[in-house]
């Protein structure tokens, strides 16, 4: 059986806020695999369990530009939140959007190669990295050029939402600023993904089995955790923040205006808290940059 550290529960305990005795216990039933501990805890101790993706530490800026019915939304990641603040940072986060709106690159490596100012963005930013002393690299971006309107919402440089749409450009907006607030995984129930769908079926599962009801009741059980779960986390069904009276589908419905689709990027999602790790992926991400190159 796999040794369960301090370490380690401290780390469940930070991604979960549970007690520190029943993250030991989930690590113990799961032979030490975090995944599988943080499953259990969420069975076990509901939404609770699920802060993971809130308490990421990397650190950079979200940042969007729109140029008529072509625009990009942007992740440029750094170490510290201090570089985040930085005016050189700053600059050079705005004219890489902008290139990736107006020159389409088709990956980062792509971006890295185009022209900047008479040299690639890459060389400008190993020199910028030289001048602050921090790894800095483009993370990722969403293009869009779709021939729609757009719309873009920041919350701050840490949050950034970008959607294409049809109608009116205030419910737009609002829109926008919704999806930042209420963080749909998709637009609709059909369109979550299955993976994620297959996780709280199996959540679910475990949890009605705990009830000791009838199979017959289970199965309902189950089905009706999995289609509330759709529900909240599907744009068009959630409930609109400046009126949870009405779904945003309602709202949009009554301001004649359709969205065909959105992109949110929070900084730091996915990326360990660690700063080695953090450091690693940006190493990662430079080194198969330049094998592309």
Avoid: W
Avoid at 26 to 47: H, P, Q
Avoid at 132 to 159: C, D
Avoid at 205 to 225: D, F, L, N
Avoid at 265 to 284: M, N, P, S
Wanted: net charge negative; glycine share 8%; hydrophobic share 45%.
């Amino acid at each position: 059986m796999a040794a369960i550290t301090a370490v380690m529960v401290g780390e469940l305990r930070a991604k979960t806020d549970a007690p520190m005795m029943e993250c030991k216990k989930a690590l113990t039933e799961a032979a030490g695999d975090m995944a599988k501990a943080e499953e259990i805890l969420r069975v076990k101790l509901g939404s609770k369990a699920g802060k993971a993706a809130s308490r990421v530490t990397a650190e950079g800026i979200v940042t969007s530009f729109i140029d008529g019915s072509n625009g990009a939304l942007l992740e440029v990641n750094c170490e510290t939140d201090f570089v985040s603040k930085n005016d050189d940072f700053l600059a050079f986060t705005n004219e890489c959007v902008k290139l990736v709106a107006q020159k389409n690159p088709v990956d980062v490596a792509a971006l890295l190669a185009l022209p900047m100012n008479g040299q690639t963005v890459d060389e400008v930013r190993s020199a910028l990295i030289g001048k602050i002393g921090e790894n800095i690299m483009p993370r990722r971006f969403k293009r869009f050029a779709g021939g729609g309107q757009l719309a873009s919402y920041l919350h701050g440089t840490r949050i950034g939402v970008m959607l294409e749409f049809e109608g009116d450009e205030t419910s737009a907006k609002d829109v926008a600023m919704h999806i930042a607030a209420m963080k749909p995984v998709a637009l609709s129930m059909a369109d979550v993904p299955a993976e994620l769908i297959a996780i709280e079926r199996n959540v679910a599962v475990q949890k009605a089995a705990e009830s000791g009801k009838p199979p017959e009741i289970v199965e309902k059980m189950v089905e009706g955790s999995v289609q509330k779960y759709l529900k909240e986390v599907s744009l068009l069904n959630q409930s609109f923040v400046k009126n949870d009276k009405q779904t945003v589908e309602q709202m949009l419905k009554a301001a004649n205006t359709n969205i065909q689709g959105f992109t949110m990027f929070v900084v730091g999602e996915g990326i360990e808290k660690r700063q080695d790790d953090f450091a690693a992926e940006v190493a990662a991400q430079v080194a198969a940059a330049k094998a592309t190159a």
